[in-house]
Nanobody, 124 residues
Framework: QEQLVESGGGMVQPGGSLRLSCAASGFILVTYNWYAMRWFRQAQGKERELIAYIRRTGEDTKYADSVKGRITITRDNAKNTLQLQMNNLKPEDTAVYYC??????????????WGQGTQVTVSA
């Protein structure tokens, strides 16, 4: 049974930093290293937003304009983990952050999994 578990959320002052982690387990049918990984966030009353993406090998990353230059997504395929380093946090970064695994092996062979989320609150 595939599982993603986020950790590292909390409360931080504006300008501060947090490092989120996502631990993947149970990825047997399609192993973790075959999944593209993403971080989403959802602020209260708003739609879920894709903020960071990393390819299987980690060589290609993409970021939403709202966080570009302030966050870095990385992965460790040997440890089945995903990280999100967030710097210079702003109050508008307050949200629940989710990691997500996505695999597309062709038509009819698509798999997607989500973690339960971790709360990030940026407040003075």
């Amino acid at each position: 049974q595939e599982q993603l578990v986020e950790s590292g959320g909390g409360m931080v002052q504006p300008g501060g930093s947090l490092r989120l982690s996502c631990a993947a387990s149970g990825f047997i049918l399609v192993t973790y290293n075959w999944y593209a990984m993403r971080w989403f966030r959802q602020a209260q009353g708003k739609e879920r937003e894709l903020i960071a993406y990393i390819r299987r090998t980690g060589e290609d990353t993409k970021y939403a304009d709202s966080v570009k230059g302030r966050i870095t997504i990385t992965r460790d395929n040997a440890k089945n983990t995903l990280q999100l380093q967030m710097n210079n946090l702003k109050p508008e970064d307050t949200a629940v952050y989710y990691c997500s695994a996505y695999y597309f092996g062709g038509t009819g062979s698509e798999r997607s999994f989500w973690g339960q989320g971790t709360q990030v609150t940026v407040s003075a």
